[in-house]
């Protein structure tokens, strides 16, 4: 098989990026001007549900790199220790050599190898890694994982994953506002209905930002998976060695031990599923519609193509 050109990956999976975000920003207006509706609001509901969005954006793009790493009791590196220091200087060689402003650097002490790109823009950027990736891999793997999270962090990955996110948290919001209603049974008339009328059109709105909350949180997925794609072929345009980044894939996916400590919330900023769910090495329907990563052994085919070797 012909090597796949990463450049037409790329812009496959940034429109198809697109075109996901744009559908969740119209669930959201169309929840509030549901609602609106129902609730005869003029708006109110609407205004209300892009707000929630604008603050939850607001902190995020401001604080949510530090709230991450925090969450990840992630540490700055020891100069002192030879292979902490291999990956600053594995780094700020890879910021040379692609232009990008040096990020500031992490390590997290656990032995699973792994590793994340956080921040709103190239200027205001970290990537961390594992010391279990350290000891792991040899320099050129190395730079494979450190030029996937510097595309994440030249392609916006995280300003897009954190608009995403805050777009299916404002739908589980409402969702949880209409949960509340329904319990305490609305005691406000909407459009003249009363009694069994209100739990109706409560339950009718439920029902509806419920599966909203669904469908937004299976987008999110895509984008999140889109995103892997994407950042292994920049770590190729940055590397221009497909096979380093697919020798470091293989060894991360043969580590069965998770990485401990980490949440659903950060789980989709590693280069690797961190939980090890079996849902995510299966390439099935069903599978990659919940995992947050593609299949390691695809993305391994794939950058194996890429160098002009068959799968």
Same mark, same amino acid.
Request: charged share 20%; hydrophobic share 45%.
């Given at each position: 098989?012909?090597?796949?050109?990463?450049?037409?990956? =790329? =812009?496959?999976?940034?429109?198809?990026?697109?075109?996901?975000?744009?559908?969740?920003?119209?669930?959201?207006?169309?929840?509030?001007?549901?609602?609106? &509706? #129902?609730?005869?609001? !003029? !708006?109110?509901?609407?205004?209300?549900?892009? $707000?929630?969005?604008?603050?939850?954006?607001?902190?995020? &793009? &401001?604080?949510?790199?530090?709230?991450?790493? =925090?969450?990840?009791?992630?540490?700055?590196?020891?100069?002192?220790?030879y292979e902490e220091r291999q990956f600053v200087?594995?780094?700020?060689?890879?910021?040379?050599?692609?232009?990008?402003?040096?990020? /500031?650097? &992490?390590?997290?002490?656990?032995?699973?190898?792994n590793a994340f790109a956080t921040g709103r823009d190239p200027q205001h950027s970290s990537v961390c890694v594992t010391t279990g990736l350290l000891k792991l891999m040899n320099r050129e793997e190395l730079e494979g994982v450190i030029g996937h999270e510097l595309s994440h962090v030249k392609n916006r990955d995280i300003l897009t994953m954190t608009m995403v #996110?805050?777009?299916?948290? #404002? +739908?589980?919001? +409402?969702?949880?506002?209409?949960?509340f209603s329904l319990y305490f049974g609305g005691s406000r008339r909407r459009r003249g209905r009363e009694g069994g009328g209100e739990i109706l059109i409560l339950l009718i709105l439920f029902v509806i930002v419920i599966v909203a909350s669904i469908v937004g949180k299976l987008m999110s997925l895509a984008i999140s998976r889109a995103r892997e794609y994407m950042a292994d072929a920049g770590s190729v345009?940055? $590397?221009r060695n497909p096979l380093a980044l697919a020798s470091a894939l293989e060894k991360i996916g043969n580590y069965s031990r998770p990485v401990?400590?980490?949440?659903?919330?950060?789980? @989709?900023?590693?280069? =690797?599923?961190? /939980?090890?769910?079996?849902?995510?090495? /299966?390439?099935?329907?069903?599978?990659?519609?919940?995992? $947050? @990563?593609p299949p390691i052994k695809k993305r391994i085919a794939i950058l194996k193509q890429m160098a002009g070797i068959s799968a």
């Open positions: 098989m012909s090597a796949l050109d990463f450049v037409k990956i =790329s =812009s496959r999976n940034k429109r198809r990026t697109f075109f996901l975000v744009f559908i969740l920003i119209l669930l959201l207006f169309g929840i509030g001007r549901f609602l609106d &509706y #129902a609730y005869n609001g !003029g !708006g109110f509901y609407t205004f209300i549900a892009l $707000t929630i969005a604008l603050v939850q954006s607001l902190v995020s &793009y &401001y604080a949510g790199d530090k709230i991450v790493l =925090s969450l990840v009791r992630a540490r700055q590196p020891n100069l002192s220790d200087n594995v780094v700020q060689e890879l910021c040379i050599a692609s232009g990008l402003p040096e990020p /500031k650097c &992490y390590v997290m002490d656990d032995p699973s190898p #996110a805050v777009l299916v948290g #404002a +739908i589980v919001i +409402i969702a949880d506002f209409l949960r345009a940055i $590397t401990q400590g980490v949440s659903d919330a950060v789980s @989709h900023l590693f280069i =690797s599923d961190p /939980k090890k769910r079996a849902i995510s090495e /299966k390439d099935s329907l069903w599978s990659n519609l919940w995992s $947050t @990563h």
